[in-house]
């Protein structure tokens, strides 16, 4: 046969359906890791903007509140893809664990 990427599922020991889903599931665990990082660098650049700029008192303690504000919001992303990618890579071990037993 020819080098397809797919030639280890002719067999009928993994469904490419289910291969194909964790990748799906390893790229939006990249996504939401993206979309958190954005969020917390956009509050570190607001709360900096709003003190630089603002003469009143309440502004900034406005600009005061999103700097920790956004270096929480990055924590939690960062622990939540690591949570996450742990989760995905055991499914994929239990998988290649379960071929490799039944072979």
């Not at 291969?19 to 958190?36: Q, S």
Request: charged share 20%; aromatic share 8%.
């Amino acid at each position: 046969m020819n080098d397809s990427p797919y030639e280890r599922f002719e067999g009928g020991d993994l469904i490419l359906r289910d291969e194909l889903a964790i990748d799906r599931t390893h790229l939006a665990n990249e996504r939401t890791l993206m979309a958190y990082l954005r969020s917390g660098v956009a509050l570190l650049i607001a709360g900096v903007s709003i003190m630089h700029f603002s003469s009143a008192g309440w502004f900034w303690m406005v600009g005061l509140a999103c700097l920790p504000t956004g270096i929480i919001t990055g924590a939690i992303g960062v622990t939540r893809y690591r949570r996450m990618n742990r989760l995905i890579s055991l499914v994929r071990l239990q998988s290649k664990t379960k071929k490799s037993g039944a072979a």
